[in-house]
C-alpha cells in the first residue's frame, strides 16, 4: 500500500510559475517503479502531464513539453512537478500518481491560473 500527499497548488497569474510536491509513504515504497502528475478539469478525463519510469525516458504531454519538468528522487520517494510560464489552460486539478503494480492517487491539488 501506498499513500501519496500533495502540495503546492494555489492561484497564479499567467506567465508565473509553480512547483507542485508529491510524497510517497507506505510499506510497498520501495516498489515503486512509476511516479507522475496528471489533471483533470471538469468533464474531462483525467490526463497524464509528465511520468517518470524506472527503465523508460520521461513522458510529458505535447502541451507540457518545453514548460513542464518533472524531478524524482527515489530515495525520498517524491516528486515534484515544476510548470513554468502558466496559462490559463493548465487550470485544472493535479493529481499525483504512483505504481508497484497497482496504481495510487494523491487528493488532487488545484492549480488556478488567472489574471
Known amino acids: 500500500q501506498v499513500q501519496l500527499v500533495e502540495s503546492g497548488g494555489g492561484t497564479v497569474r499567467p506567465g508565473e510559475t509553480l512547483t507542485l510536491s508529491c510524497a510517497a509513504s507506505?510499506?510497498?515504497?520501495?516498489?515503486?517503479?512509476?511516479m507522475g502528475w496528471f489533471r483533470q478539469v471538469p468533464g474531462k478525463e483525467r490526463e497524464p502531464v509528465a511520468i517518470?519510469?524506472?527503465?523508460?525516458?520521461?513522458y510529458y504531454r505535447d502541451s507540457a513539453k518545453g514548460r513542464v519538468t518533472i524531478a524524482r528522487d527515489n530515495a525520498k520517494t517524491t516528486v515534484d512537478l515544476q510548470m513554468d510560464n502558466l496559462q490559463p489552460e493548465d487550470t485544472a486539478v493535479y493529481y499525483c500518481?504512483?505504481?508497484?503494480?497497482?496504481?495510487?492517487w494523491g487528493q488532487g491539488t488545484q492549480v488556478t491560473v488567472s489574471s
Open positions: 507506505g510499506r510497498t515504497t520501495s516498489s515503486i517503479y512509476a
Open positions: 517518470s519510469a524506472i527503465g523508460l525516458n520521461t
Open positions: 500518481n504512483a505504481s508497484d503494480g497497482e496504481w495510487y
